[in-house]
């Protein structure tokens, strides 16, 4: 039988199955305690005051800009090296995305470049700790305007640290992802975090369609029958119970998740060191990377052939691969609206030509992580 290795799979199980029991049963299947006990159990683990649970990291980006009261006339400045999401939330505000060039080495944002891409109309920075590298926040802050407030996109990040503070608590607000993609999951799923009271209080009522109180607080209080007051206009970005339920389980094993895939990091560092042509991926200065992702570099002046044909024969042998990302301004919306060129953010694109991804994840066996390795030294050098 053909060997077949993804790229990520979700690691779930008997427990999250058991845990959908309950609010089946009960009939709560929208947000409600649940939601609220995965919550608590994410804030006390990232070491924040808030965190409020959304449909998605994109809703959770918007929910923080529009809470921000960001629109038309702002810039928020974003890495030209992400996911596309990381961009198009400001333009859901009426706000003009500023790219700004990643260092090709943590394919997190350049402060070098960061410097000059501060304008008098800059109200924010979108900050992403990509593939779960948390971004060099203190030579991010040293060029930024006091003012510009600071959001991490930690869609990738959930349990990584930075100099000692979890990602999450390193800005002014963040985002966090459970996509099966990422270490751990709810199937869509997201979460905001924050320190700030004001920012939650106003967040908190934006994901709930601007409501006063949430359905929860309605229902339990004294006179359930009557409706919220609906002061401001808002979405609905809630998560439901069935969803907070699988996030409770999940983050319980967020840590060993992370010990486990920081093992294989370690592996492929060591099996993979004599490849001349394959970089391995930064490691953290003092802080935890929490290995969403292990992406790799193919250096094109070293490597037997491109990027793309080393990934079609990978894939011809079973293993799963992908571009790191994709940087934003390459992609068609973007480059016809704003009039961007590749050459525009040399460091970005280097990164979407060259950057590889190769299987890790906590459903992978020791047989498989051999494999991989097998695989990629077998490529002529």
């Known amino acids: 039988m053909k060997r077949s290795i993804q790229i990520s799979l979700p690691s779930t199980g008997e427990e999250e199955w058991q845990a959908c029991r309950e609010p089946l049963m009960s009939g709560w299947l929208t947000q409600g305690p649940k939601v609220a006990a995965f919550e608590k159990a994410f804030a006390e683990h990232h070491q924040v005051k808030h ?40 333009l859901y505000c009426g706000a003009t995305p500023v790219f700004v060039d990643v260092d090709r080495v943590t394919n997190n944002i350049d402060p070098a470049d960061l410097a000059r891409r501060v304008t008098s109309k800059t109200r924010a920075i979108i900050v992403v700790h990509l593939f779960g590298l948390c971004a060099d926040m203190d030579a991010i802050r040293a060029v930024l305007p006091s003012h510009v407030k600071i959001i991490e996109d930690a869609a990738c990040a959930a349990g990584a640290s930075y100099k000692g503070t979890y990602a999450g608590g390193l800005g002014d607000a963040a985002a966090f992802s459970f996509h099966p993609r990422k270490s751990i999951t709810t199937g869509e799923g997201g979460m905001v975090t924050t320190n700030n009271d004001e920012l939650a209080e106003l967040a908190n009522m934006l994901r709930n369609h601007g409501a006063s109180i949430s359905e929860e607080q309605r229902h339990n209080g004294p006179r359930p029958y009557l409706l919220a007051e609906f002061n401001l206009l808002g979405f609905n970005y809630r998560m439901t119970d069935l969803q907070g339920a699988v996030g409770l389980v999940q983050m319980s094993k967020l840590e060993s998740f992370i010990k486990e895939r920081q093992e294989w990091a370690d592996y492929y560092r060591r099996e993979l060191a004599g490849i001349p042509w394959l970089r391995m991926p930064a490691h953290p200065l003092g802080g935890q990377h929490a290995w969403q992702a ?20 990978l894939q011809a042998a079973g293993i799963a691969t992908r571009p790191g990302t994709h940087a934003v301004h390459m992609l068609g919306y973007y480059k016809q609206r704003f009039g961007l060129k590749p050459e525009d953010y040399p460091g970005a694109y280097d990164c979407d030509t060259n950057t590889m991804a190769i299987p890790l994840h906590n459903r992978m066996n020791k047989e498989d992580y051999a494999y991989v390795v097998h695989c990629l030294q077998q490529i002529a050098a």
């Open 51 to 90: 965190a409020l649970a959304t449909t998605n990291c994109t809703t959770g980006l918007h929910l923080i800009l529009a809470a921000m009261d960001i629109g038309p006339g702002d810039e928020v400045i974003i890495p030209a090296f992400t996911w596309v999401a990381t961009a198009n939330v400001v």
């Open 294 to 313: 292990f992406v790799t570099y193919v250096d094109p002046a070293k490597a037997p052939m491109p990027r793309n044909d080393i990934m079609e024969r």
